[in-house]
């Protein structure tokens, strides 16, 4: 049975119904992250599916040193505050130090250890021990089952709100792959998983200095990703992907979102 684990108002895992946890990549400034945030919330309200706010204050795994990484940790914990008071919606955002827990700890409602940074048994044991939910990205060189151990390095701080994220394996080079045999084995270890439809769509490296995508294929694998019976779908959404500072090209746009909620809605329907 998977543990049911609340998140904020929003209670996912056990039988519950799918979870969207969805924002832009990064945060780019105040005006266009609380749009984003606000027009997410109206549009999840309207096909009444729970909302978690995601961005990152920084993007420490840029492909290139002169990419946008956001406004940093200060400013940008800001920021996801604001969201999380004005709207009432739970706050996800990643970390990459040790350093950054506890001050992150005290806005985010789920930090978020990235898929490069799964292995790092210190900083996966740092998170765990600030109390929070932990969602943990399955690294793109691991197998599903692998993440088991890790999974066991949160629970060992007396933390076992924990969130599993598979979001594609390497395969070649700058190409990622979704095994939906991924889905079944991951939910076995016990706490709600996640399927992050955008960042498996990315190219890695893709255009030389940066990742390119194929948003194109979001809504074929975030289908078939639901069919297993997943508990929560992860999408990086913007209002002009085009002119996105990060990862634009994997981000799906967000007046194309409403009817690919309902579509995901209705297939977890019929699996749950």
């Known amino acids: 049975m998977v543990k049911e684990i609340c998140?904020?108002?929003?209670?996912?895992?056990?039988?519950?119904?799918?979870?969207?946890?969805?924002?832009?990549?990064?945060?780019?400034n105040e005006a266009a992250t609380m749009r984003c945030a606000e027009r997410l919330m109206t549009i999840c309200n309207?096909?009444?599916?729970?909302?978690?706010?995601?961005?990152?204050?920084?993007?420490?795994?840029?492909?290139?040193?002169?990419?946008?990484?956001?406004?940093?940790?200060?400013?940008?914990?800001?920021?996801?505050k604001k969201v999380k008071e004005a709207l009432g919606v739970p706050v996800l955002s990643d970390i990459h130090s040790i350093e950054q827990v506890e001050p992150a700890a005290e806005v985010l409602d789920v930090v978020q250890i990235p898929a490069f940074l799964c292995r790092q048994t210190d900083l996966v044991v740092a998170a765990a021990k600030s109390g929070r939910v932990v969602n943990i990205k399955k690294g793109q060189f691991l197998a599903p089952w692998d993440m088991e151990n890790v999974a066991g390095k949160a629970v060992s701080t007396g933390n076992d709100n924990i969130v599993l994220t598979e979001r594609g394996v390497s395969f070649g080079y700058n190409?990622?792959?979704?095994?939906?045999?991924?889905?079944?084995?991951?939910?076995?270890?016990?706490?709600p998983v996640v399927f992050d439809a955008t960042h498996s769509v990315q190219l890695p490296g893709g255009l030389g200095g940066s990742s390119g995508g194929q948003r194109e294929f979001v809504e074929y694998l975030g289908r078939a990703a639901v069919a297993t019976g997943i508990d929560g779908i992860f999408m990086e959404v913007h209002e002009d992907p085009e002119k996105a500072l990060c990862d634009g090209p994997n981000s799906v746009k967000l007046e194309d979102l409403p009817p690919l909620l309902k579509k995901l809605k209705a297939i977890d329907a019929i699996v749950k």
Request: aromatic residues 6%.
């Open 7 to 28: 998140v904020g108002n929003v209670k996912m895992g056990g039988d519950r119904p799918l979870v969207l946890i969805a924002g832009p990549c990064v945060i780019e």
């Open 46 to 80: 309207g096909v009444s599916i729970p909302l978690i706010f995601k961005a990152s204050y920084d993007k420490a795994n840029r492909t290139s040193v002169s990419s946008f990484r956001g406004p940093g940790m200060k400013d940008g914990l800001k920021i996801l």
């Open 175 to 191: 190409n990622l792959v979704s095994d939906m045999r991924s889905f079944p084995i991951l939910r076995k270890i016990g706490y």
